[in-house]
């Protein structure tokens, strides 16, 4: 979770390649011919690794000789040998390193991992990035770098392009080439060793020459770092991800699968998932070419019904919104349309319409205030040409901040016409199904970017549980050597947090068990109980009668007499098969990933297609809700009962997930099956597996760190009631007012010069912040209207390895000198240390003799430069460095 140096990888001043060996020297052939047809305007210098060249390449100078330090260089050498080359580079200052691959080179796993760790255990001491082993290379077409062996050099653009798989690369550089659409990166991670996914996103996330970010990735090797580094590159930048099924995945234990989990997590994170080549392909043209959309309303329209139809059918089919027209509008257009009836939605307009009256209902379509977007769909005419329509929908779209997109169906006809609105910055597909689909993927990034902004806090908010009696029940478990909670501890376990478990009513017998279901009601489901209270999965589902009931009591207990022989039968135990609502039961549990950790799964009972919805704790109400909707349970139940139901169903979901948050000590549960109520959840079983911690986790065990709640604190301040607790999201409208406020003096001393206003994008990277990498505390003042003011900011922000946090602190010009500064301070100081932050950081101005003086205060040693103070604080001795 780093960016140290990466700029010498990106924006390298120098380049050297450095081969050794036959058959890599190929590769480096290969990179020396881009690097130089590149237009890269620094040296390139050509080095060998050994002193005394086996293979021809004596012409080059060996690494020591070269007169000036390379920033970047690309080894091409057999793996085993890099080690060596990365540790003379780094000696010499060498800051980024980019391994390609070594071919033909037989060496065993172990071989591999060890080669591996000695390249890390070389470059970490002299903070030398890697990329790679086996990367394709990079290219930054702003500064002419083609470090790579991509066969065509990509044009200049705002994409990023990052893909775990060089061959994809390749094809999307060449694709990219005929559309003419450009990149700012183009980046192939290799192994990904030590630059991974995460690190270039973090870099990619502050580039100013990257508007958008495209990745093709198939796994990553930490959860936290990347979905801490995918969320705040996502906060400011749209990402759309290709990821491709994993086939070796041993996911077969688990209710669900481990690709539904990488779909939730990046739904999570504010990305758009896409599954084919051709939508890679279409998604870089999209992301160039397209404009932000403030709205899901479409309007269709096209020179007959027939297309059009076509396209509404594919919107709805999808969750799509077609727009209603403005009575204004609808005037308009049928003038247009020389109709006395009111235009609808797919619009048909009439097919011997010239382009100006093309670009006529356009104009009305984009200015009616119900439209968000309009797509335009186009067959061959004999009344006007592709081509100049093309003209004209082109100048409609110059004309509006809307998206219009264009659709142009047919062959020849058509494809200068697709041709002439590319030409004019405009999407242009050849079937209205991809457009739906471009539009569509658009809508979803503005809704996957609701979830990204959400903030579970780590303390419940809507409920009190009863943790002493949750703890309880869990310690004398453990205290017992269990590993599964009996029945009454998991019953207690859940009771605590308001979850409801009813047990099943037990019969001696089979008469017993026939007049129980009698008095229950049908359906029941049946299951036996052993002696010893011996655990099992023995239960007959859905009887219907009497007959039903003796029938399957024969059948579990020749079962049981073959899967637990001489293990005697001690009774029957019953409960309803299905709920009162109607709805089917479900099952909800918790399950570790191997990648992401813990996971939250709602299901159908008893399913053994494992057909689950997935999310990654912590949740509030709003993530919980999207797990209900997604899942469809109580989609055919009335609209008032299926509103109750989603609701109570999403109430378990957040009670479950502070259950994750609060027992450390539980890693997995099953509820099966669960009935839900417009009153209610009822587990009707479940299963809890605990293990006692050598250390508290709790939400360090999930990939996503909740709010951090347990910050807040009300302060009574000269009389004046504040709460101070970490920033959120919806803190962007009084922080702009905080920096708007400011004397132009207290601006140029927070921010080394006058600001009056932070540009949006800014504002929502200062609000939106990831709480595993920063902290922002604001001072709050609510007034008698309940309207919020920030009347001061104390944030940091750690490096990786937590050695070091840099800080800042602002507060309101009109309230400065009153002590609100110290309190910022010290609380923020309190949250460094216990996050373990080795030194707190920050530099002054010189004159800013108030802040210097509070920084003496709290402890800060000062150290004076040019025009600056520079103040740090020691919390923790380093810690020492792995080897």
Same mark, same amino acid.
């Given at each position: 979770m780093t960016v140290r140096n990466l700029d010498y990888l990106f924006h390298p001043h120098s380049v050297a390649i450095v081969a050794e060996g036959k058959q890599p020297g190929c590769y480096a052939d290969v990179v020396e011919r881009n690097l130089a047809g590149g237009g890269y305007q620094g040296p390139i210098l050509h080095a060998r690794a050994k002193k005394h060249s086996l293979f021809g390449i004596g012409g080059h100078m060996h690494i020591s000789e070269l007169e000036t330090v390379p920033d970047l260089a690309i080894v091409c050498a057999p793996l085993r040998d890099i080690a060596e080359i990365v540790g003379e580079l780094g000696e010499r200052g060498t800051r980024a390193v980019i391994i390609g691959p070594s071919l033909h080179e037989k060496l065993s796993e172990a071989q591999v991992a060890e080669a591996r760790k000695a390249i890390l255990d070389a470059a970490r001491p002299r903070l030398l990035r890697v990329l790679g082993p086996g990367s394709g290379g990079l290219v930054v077409p702003g500064c002419g770098l083609n470090a790579s062996v991509a066969p065509v050099m990509a044009k200049r653009g705002r994409v990023a392009l990052v893909v775990q798989s060089a061959a994809i690369a390749a094809a999307a550089l060449d694709r990219a080439a005929e559309k003419g659409i450009g990149f700012s990166a183009v980046v192939h991670l290799g192994a990904g060793m030590d630059v991974d996914l995460a690190d270039v996103l973090d870099w990619l996330a502050e580039d100013p020459d990257t508007e958008a970010i495209l990745v093709q990735f198939e796994t990553v090797p930490t959860a936290r770092k990347f979905m801490s580094a995918a969320r705040a590159a996502a906060r400011n930048k749209p990402i759309v991800a290709m990821r491709g099924a994993r086939l070796d995945t041993d996911d077969k234990g688990l209710p669900f699968r481990g690709d539904d989990v990488y779909e939730s997590a990046l739904r999570r994170a504010g990305w758009i998932r896409i599954d084919t080549l051709e939508d890679l392909f279409d998604a870089a043209e999209a992301m160039a070419r397209v404009r932000p959309l403030h709205g899901e309303r479409l309007a269709i329209v096209g020179n007959g019904q027939g297309l059009g139809r076509i396209a509404a059918g594919t919107l709805l089919r999808h969750g799509g919104r077609l727009a209603r027209f403005t009575p204004e509008t609808g005037t308009l257009l049928a003038g247009l349309m020389r109709t006395g009836s009111a235009p609808a939605n797919p619009l048909a307009l009439p097919p011997d319409l010239s382009p100006a009256s093309w670009a006529a209902a356009l104009d009305a379509l984009v200015a009616d205030k119900e439209v968000d977007a309009v797509l335009a769909v186009y067959s061959p005419s004999p009344f006007a040409a592709g081509t100049e329509v093309a003209e004209a929908i082109g100048a409609a779209s110059k004309k509006t901040a809307k998206n219009i997109f264009s659709c142009w169906v047919g062959g020849s006809a058509m494809q200068q016409a697709r041709q002439v609105a590319a030409a004019q910055g405009m999407l242009a597909h050849d079937s209205p199904e991809k457009a739906i689909g471009i539009f569509l993927g658009i809508v979803n990034y503005e809704r996957n970017r609701e979830l990204l902004l959400q903030m579970p806090p780590s303390v419940a908010e809507e409920f009190v549980p009863n943790l002493e009696r949750a703890r309880e029940a869990v310690h004398e478990a453990l205290d017992a050597g269990a590993k599964l909670l009996p029945p009454r501890a !998991?019953?207690? =376990? =859940?009771? @605590?947090?308001? %979850?409801? @478990?009813?047990?099943?009513?037990? /019969?001696?017998?089979?008469? *017993? *068990?026939? /007049?129980? #279901?009698?008095?229950?009601?049908?359906?029941?489901? =049946? !299951?036996?109980? =052993?002696?010893?209270?011996?655990?099992?999965a023995l239960v007959a589902r859905e009887l219907r009668s009497p007959e039903d009931i003796r029938i399957a009591t024969r059948g579990l207990r020749a079962r049981a007499r073959k899967d637990f022989p001489g293990v005697r039968v001690s009774g029957y135990r019953l409960r309803p098969s299905a709920a009162r609502s109607g709805l089917p039961p479900l099952r909800l549990g918790v399950a570790d990933d191997a990648v992401f950790g813990p996971v939250i799964y709602l299901g159908e009972s008893g399913s053994g297609e494992r057909r689950s919805v997935v999310a990654l704790p912590p949740l509030n109400r709003r993530l919980a809700m999207d797990l209900v909707t997604r899942g469809g349970f109580a989609r055919d139940a009335a609209d008032a009962e299926r509103e109750a139901l989603e609701t109570e169903l999403a109430t378990t979901l957040l009670r479950l997930s502070q259950l994750l948050t609060d027992i450390d000590e539980v890693t997995a549960i099953e509820l099966d099956p669960i009935h839900v109520e417009t009153s209610g959840v009822v587990a009707r079983e479940r299963r809890i597996h605990v293990e006692r911690r050598g250390r508290r986790l709790g939400y360090r065990r999930f990939a996503i760190r909740p709010y951090p709640k347990e910050l807040e604190q009300h302060i009574d301040w000269h009389g004046r009631k504040l709460l101070i607790r970490p920033i959120r999201p919806e803190d962007e409208t009084t922080l702009a007012d905080l920096i708007v406020s400011l004397d132009p003096e207290d601006s140029r001393m927070r921010f080394f010069g006058t600001m009056r206003k932070l540009p949006r994008?800014?504002? !929502?990277?200062?609000?939106q912040i990831d709480y595993d990498r920063e902290i922002a505390l604001v001072a709050i003042e609510r007034d008698a209207d309940g309207v919020e003011r920030s009347l001061g900011e104390a944030r940091m922000v750690a490096d990786?390895?937590? #050695?070091? *946090?840099?800080? *800042? %602190?602002?507060? !309101?010009?009109?309230?400065?000198g009153g002590g609100l500064g110290r309190r910022l301070m010290e609380s923020l100081v309190d949250c460094a240390r216990n996050r373990g932050i080795g030194v707190l950081r920050g530099e002054t101005l010189s004159e800013n003799a108030r802040m210097q003086d509070l920084a003496r205060k709290l402890g800060f040693e000062l150290k004076t430069g040019p025009g600056v103070v520079e103040m740090r604080l020691a919390l923790h001795?380093? #810690?020492?460095? #792995? /080897?």
């Open positions: !998991a019953r207690q =376990l =859940l009771l @605590a947090y308001g %979850i409801e @478990a009813e047990d099943s009513t037990p /019969a001696g017998n089979i008469d *017993a *068990a026939i /007049a129980t #279901a009698d008095e229950i009601g049908y359906p029941v489901d =049946l !299951a036996l109980n =052993l002696a010893n209270d011996i655990d099992h994008s800014q504002l !929502a990277r200062f609000t990786p390895d937590n #050695a070091v *946090a840099e800080f *800042a %602190i602002l507060v !309101a010009s009109d309230v400065k001795p380093p #810690a020492p460095h #792995a /080897a």
